[in-house]
């Protein structure tokens, strides 16, 4: 995923190329923030609001039409962030990613 366009509601999945087992992880904080602003959403595993593939390695949320309509810069960056049953931490790049604007703002219901 290179972009995320206001007002949707995409799935970011990350690809966990390091060789961490996910199946011990206790704690998985995945962060969206609005570059310019305050705006900022993070999910929890301990919430069950991030999903865990070990087999794929991969570590996936998704965003609801009020998280993408709250970001308002041209970028928002997005990082992972984890602890696993040894207390050890970890963190990913933080990665930016395209913030696409729509015409009509609002949720669609």
Not at 29 to 49: I, Q
Not at 75 to 89: E, G, H, M, P, Y
């Amino acid at each position: 995923m290179s972009k995320i366009t206001r007002g949707t509601t995409p799935s970011i999945t990350f690809k966990i190329t390091s060789d961490i087992d996910l199946t011990t992880l206790t704690e998985i904080w995945l962060t969206v923030a609005d570059e310019l602003t305050d705006a900022e959403k993070t999910f929890y595993l301990s919430k069950n609001e991030v999903a865990v593939d070990s087999e794929t390695k991969t570590i996936s949320a998704t965003l609801s039409q009020e998280d993408t309509l709250s970001f308002k810069s041209k970028t928002v960056q997005v990082q992972i962030r984890a602890k696993d049953n040894s207390d050890l931490t970890y963190a990913t790049e933080i990665i930016s990613l395209s913030l696409s604007q729509i015409l009509k703002g609002g949720v669609i219901e």
